[in-house]
């Protein structure tokens, strides 16, 4: 009896990925999925943190994916690994912090563990050839094959026809002339196999997959890490760098606002970890202060605080400041104006 | 046959899931686990999760805060 071919999918949730792993499907290669956790992935918890987002549909596009295809799906969390990725990227980053050629190659090395470990043949992924500008060019594709190790056990199936003949198909486990040729930033050939395989309702990421293409988020890590003079993180910071409004009065502190109150509900799990500020005497959001504020920076923290209260306009506003481990202390300030809040603090 | 517990509350998706996954990983055809976590898209995902792995799923509820999933591993 032949031995059954069996080859693992990088499955990102998104559609050029249901696609490719698909059509190696449709070939009759027994396929399971991979997804890797980086931290940064855009998939679930803003949705869970924010209350207005909650009222939406949520779900896990990758394990919808695996769903729709009837593969099994193996999420891996690689959140330490990813952080080497992350601060020393090789090939430098995208248009913001995203390492997406150093990310790719990683992910392609950490299938290829898999694979040898699981004792599969081959790895899929969805890439494109010159649909993303750094990660996706002809001459990147070979180099994340050769730098992650996979070489040709690394199959393309919507770009193959562009792309040298690799391990899969030179044994013949697939078909050259049944693998496609999508090349360039059009999503018209995926829509048209999308609609022939019979997908709906996929999801269609505009800029990536992760965080790290949003230039907002990228902004923020950038600050953290240039206030603390290294770029170590730790999975706290980037999740709080999701949530809130982030102003740094100094390099030493910044203080993070909460705008609605799921990010309350959320942050409160943090007050043990941070210094936390709420107003008394008026209805206002929560504050976490991060750094290593003085006593007269939290002065100054307290009546940014109250700025963002219902006292705003006050002469006067109560708060309660809380350090971890702590008695709560109460605090009287005058709520900076607007005018003394130069737009440089701003996050 | 045993049943085992699963805390993952504090944990936003998808650490719910890869807990779950790690978890029944280690345990044998048969035995149950039932998983509590807080972020409230767990119930989709850990259900979600359960099927395509081919696990039974026993129960998933959402009681106020707490979402409860109960499966059992099949190989
Ligand atoms: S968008 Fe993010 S996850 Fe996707 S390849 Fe780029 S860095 Fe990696």
Redesign the interface.
């Known amino acids: 009896m032949t031995r059954q071919i069996k080859a693992v999918s990088l499955i990102s949730g998104g559609l050029d990925s249901l696609l490719a792993t698909r059509v190696v499907m449709g070939q009759g290669v027994h396929v399971e999925g991979i ?1 890797f ?1 980086t931290g940064f ?1 855009v ?3 803003t ?3 924010r209350k207005k987002d ?1 009222a939406k549909p ?3 596009n ?3 994916v ?2 729709q295809l ?8 690689v959140i330490e690994e990813y952080k080497d990725v992350l601060i020393n990227p090789k090939h430098g980053y995208g248009a913001n912090m995203n390492p997406c050629h150093d990310c790719k190659t990683f992910m392609v090395s950490k299938a290829l563990e898999w694979i040898e470990k699981n004792d599969f043949d081959f790895i899929i992924t969805g890439e494109v050839v010159g649909q993303r500008p750094m990660s996706q060019r002809k001459d990147t594709m070979p180099v994340i094959a050769r730098e992650s190790g996979a070489g040709e056990r690394l199959l393309r199936p919507l770009c193959a026809q562009h792309l040298p003949e690799t391990l899969p198909e030179q044994k013949g486990w697939v078909k050259r002339e049944q693998l496609h040729d999508f090349h360039g930033r059009s999503r018209k050939p995926q829509m048209a196999l999308a609609k022939e395989y019979g997908f709906e309702d996929y999801a269609q990421p505009a800029g990536g997959c992760c965080f790290l293409t949003d230039a907002n988020y990228s902004k923020k890590l950038v600050d953290l890490w240039d206030a603390r003079g290294n770029r170590e993180y730790e999975m706290d910071d980037i ?1 709080l760098l999701k949530v809130g409004r982030h102003i740094r009065p100094a390099q030493n502190f910044k203080l993070i606002i909460a705008r609605e109150e799921g990010e309350v509900n959320f942050m409160q ?1 943090y007050r043990n970890r941070f210094i936390s500020m709420k107003t008394t005497s008026h209805s206002g959001p929560l504050v976490l202060v991060d750094g290593q504020p003085s006593e007269q920076d939290l002065q100054l923290a307290a009546r940014i605080t109250a700025r963002y209260s219902k006292g705003k306009e006050a002469s006067e506003v109560e708060l309660e400041v809380c350090r971890p481990v702590e008695d709560a202390v109460q605090m009287k300030v005058k709520p900076l104006p607007v005018s003394e809040m130069p737009e440089a603090w701003f996050v | 046959m045993a049943h085992f517990e699963l805390d993952a509350s504090g944990l936003l998706c998808p650490m719910p899931v890869i807990r779950t996954q790690d978890r029944v990983e280690e345990l044998d055809s048969g035995d149950t686990l039932e998983v509590v976590c807080s972020d409230p898209g767990a119930l989709n995902d850990v259900s979600a999760w359960c099927r395509i792995n081919g696990h039974k799923l026993i129960d998933a509820r959402q009681e106020d805060e707490q979402v409860i999933i109960k499966l059992q591993v099949l190989r």
């Open positions: 997804n956790f992935c998939e679930g918890h949705h869970a943190i909650r949520k779900r896990n990758a394990l919808w695996a769903e009837g593969i099994k799906l193996h999420i891996i969390d999740m799990g």
